[in-house]
Each structure stands twice: as C-alpha cells, then as structure tokens.
C-alpha cells in the first residue's frame, strides 16, 4: 500500500504547531499532507490552533471563540522553537499553503461546530483547494454526521484514542478512522479495509512507532517529524 504522510500540525517537531511556518516547512520537506485544528473566533473567523487558548509571547493568553480576530493578532504568539516572529495563522492561510504544495488536508475540528461553521469551513476550503484533497476529522461524532449531510462528497474520519463504541458506528455510517497508533491492531485495519474505508495513525514520532505504523498498511501516518529526523 502507498501510505500517505501526514504533517501534524505542519513541521510541528522543529517549528511552532499550526503557524504558516510549520507548514511552509512541511512541504518543503515533502510531506503528502498537513493536519491542522480549526477554531472560529468571535466575530467569525476561522483560525488555526490547537489548544483552549493562544499562547502568546509575553506569557498571556486569549481564548479565540472569545476574542475578535484583530484581538487575536495584536502581538506574536509563542515560539517554542525558532527565532521568527509568528501570529496566529488563518484557516484560508493553512488552505493556500496546501493548495500551492498539493497537499492532502487533515482538518480537525476542535468542539462543536454550528450547521453554518461547518459551511463557512467547506465553502471555503472548495473555494480556495479542492474538497476532493480534504478530510475532516473530529473527536466529536455529531460535526461527522452532520457535515455528511452537507458535504458528501467530502473524506470523513473519526478521531479518537483507542476502539470506542462509535468505531463500530464509523462501519456502518461509512466514516474512515484516525486512532491513536498505539492502540490499532491488524484486525481493525482489515475491517475498514474490507469496507472500502481508511485508517490514519496518529502520531509516530520515533522510528518505532513508524515502523510499526507502516507494519499496519494503514493509508495515513501522522508525524511531527519526518522519518524520524529529529531537530538539530
């Protein structure tokens, strides 16, 4: 099988998750795809970040369905590891770096998202890429059904650590997987095989659990890094 390599959260091992840079990076070391996390802000914009709140520089933080994005952008957020000075990076910036790299796009939705976010979401993604080269994914069953009922056409995963009760339902609703690699074994794999749908592994950042993800002949491995390269 060709199994596609996933950026999380962009070049996230060696540059700041979910930043133009990161995923500038990812591409230019060759990665199939990029996972991000999406997030609205206050006044409706969609932006990228992983956590409950942005971490800026000087220590502070801001919660992004609270703030405005003017708010959002006002000063640098924190940068764990280069130099370059970041801001919150956009959902249409994440799209157009992917559209330009010919990138597979991981999309998670963090939360609950309304009937009109998960349109404003994959209106714009169709506008600005391809939804053909996107895939949502969510911890959160009900963003899976009801962004089926709007967008059929689009790759729909359920995210989650181990074998849940909606695993079985992801079989027979027709959604792929993306699990914790850790807790994946062969014969999960070859039941979503046998259905038609795919399995991603989330997140191999040793050369074990990468060889260990390939073993599983899964379509999608999810790394922080790039076959192992560590940062220097």
Not at 7 to 12: C, E, K, L, P, T
Not at 48 to 74: A, K, R
Request: hydrophobic share 30%; aromatic share 12%.
């Amino acid at each position: 099988m060709n199994t596609c390599f996933i950026a999380h959260r962009g070049y996230s091992g060696c540059f700041q998750q979910n930043t133009e840079e990161s995923f500038l990076e990812a591409v230019k070391h060759g990665s199939g795809g990029i996972e991000t996390d999406v997030r609205f802000t206050k006044d409706g914009v969609l932006i990228v970040n992983h956590n409950d709140t942005v971490e800026y520089f000087d220590g502070t933080e801001l919660v992004p369905e609270d703030s405005t994005y003017e708010e959002l952008i006002q000063k640098p957020i924190k940068n764990e590891h280069t130099d370059t000075e970041l801001y919150v990076c956009t959902f249409e910036r994440y799209l157009e770096i992917c559209r330009d790299g010919n990138m597979v796009c991981f999309i998670e939705f963090k939360g609950n998202f309304t009937d009109e976010m998960i349109q404003k979401a994959f209106t714009m993604a169709g506008e600005i890429y391809d939804l053909k080269m996107c895939s949502l994914q969510s911890f959160e069953y009900d963003n899976l059904i009801r962004t089926r009922k709007a967008f059929p056409e689009l790759q729909i995963m359920y995210t989650c650590g181990e074998r849940d009760e909606n695993v079985e339902r992801c079989l027979e609703d027709g959604f792929d997987i993306d699990m914790y690699y850790g807790n994946i074994d062969k014969k999960t794999v070859e039941e979503f095989h046998n259905k038609g749908l795919k399995v991603a592994l989330w997140t191999a950042n040793t050369k074990e659990a990468m060889d260990f993800c390939y073993s599983m002949n899964v379509d999608y491995i999810e790394s922080d890094y790039f076959a192992n390269e560590k940062c220097e």
